[in-house]
């Protein structure tokens, strides 16, 4: 594949060819190759806080100088809509996740922590109070479409709450919060 003298530029490479397993300068992060491990929701905290099987989960698929994703975390309490998933908005899930990242740093591993909150893809067994999930909209997720419940069976996502627009600095905040949480699991 010939690729532009630009785009080599933009992409730091100087070959014709680029492979999966050629490094790769990524912002200040040096990738020994091009292989990342891409989220995937594990599905094994216990209330919201990465357990060991999370280290040995991450440290296992590291490489030297490799790129490593995770699982989706939740930026605050009515950001979840998976049963066991994790979250980065307390003191004990900032101190697990530093386990984790600890393990991958030691096999010399990069990794960044996906944040997110569902939104309306969810159900009130997830939602503190039992309230309604939050949404951009009131509009609720087709019942064609199923959620996993906390006892492994499928259930209907629940109607959502559009958020009001004077909550949304809140949500901002919340993904803020849990960036620089991320970032203190990583020092």
């Not at 094994?44 to 099987?53: F, G, L, S, T």
């Not at 066991?84 to 922590?113: L, Y």
């Not at 309230?131 to 019942?143: E, G, Q, R």
């Not at 209907?156 to 905040?173: G, M």
Request: net charge positive.
């Amino acid at each position: 594949m010939q690729i532009s003298r630009r785009r080599k530029r933009i992409m730091g490479c100087n070959s014709t060819e680029i492979g999966l397993m050629s490094p790769l300068q990524l912002g200040p992060f040096n990738l020994s190759h091009r292989v990342v491990l891409a989220p995937m929701t594990r599905c094994r905290a216990i209330n919201q806080v990465p357990q060991p099987a999370h280290v040995k989960f991450y440290s296992q698929r590291t490489t030297p100088g490799g790129l490593l994703i995770t699982e989706a975390s939740s930026v605050g309490e009515t950001g979840f809509g998976f049963p066991n998933s994790p979250g980065i908005f307390t003191n004990e899930q900032i101190h697990a996740w530093k386990r984790v990242v600890d393990a991958v740093h030691m096999k010399g591993g990069i990794i960044f922590c996906q944040l997110w909150h569902v939104g309306r893809a969810s159900h009130i067994v997830y939602q503190p109070g039992r309230d309604l999930p939050v949404s951009s909209t009131s509009k609720k997720i087709s019942d064609e479409w199923k959620i996993n419940m906390r006892d492994g069976s499928l259930g209907d996502y629940s109607n959502p709450r559009a958020l009001e627009a004077s909550e949304i600095p809140l949500l901002v905040q919340q993904f803020r919060q849990a960036a620089r949480n991320a970032m203190a699991a990583g020092n």
